[in-house]
């Protein structure tokens, strides 16, 4: 079992950067891949980025270049540093960690707004 909690999100004008962070507790020795995906009202939910323990990562083509992650496996968390944010990215961000290549967890979910 892992828990997942968020912090950071809230509301900013486009353009504005905003921080995310996720810390894990719990087996976090079988977390294998951290990161974090997005629901916009109306669809479904998406990857943005994730980063494995190695530091390896796969990014959205959406926000390459704007959104960087990066993971403390020491301090057991995940951030994604979200800049020239768009109304696009208007969305509940997850944090997201996959155990053991096949059980996947969630957090509960900040609210990112970015207003036009």
């Known amino acids: 079992q892992v828990q997942l909690v968020e912090s950071g999100g809230g509301l900013v004008q486009a353009g504005g950067s905003l921080g995310l962070s996720c810390a894990a507790s719990?087996?976090?020795?079988?977390?294998?891949?951290m990161g974090w995906y997005r629901q916009a009202p109306g669809k479904q939910r998406e990857l943005v980025a994730i980063?494995?323990?190695?530091?390896?990562?796969n990014v959205a083509d959406s926000v390459k270049g704007r959104f960087t992650i990066s993971r403390d496996n020491a301090k057991n968390t995940v951030s994604l540093q979200m800049n020239s944010l768009k109304p696009d990215d208007t969305a509940v961000y997850y944090c997201?960690?996959?155990?053991?290549?096949?059980?996947?967890?969630w957090g509960q979910g900040t609210q990112v707004t970015v207003s036009p």
């Open positions: 980063i494995t323990s190695t530091g390896s990562t």
């Open positions: 997201y960690a996959l155990l053991h290549v096949t059980s996947v967890y």
């Open positions: 719990g087996s976090i020795a079988a977390i294998n891949v």
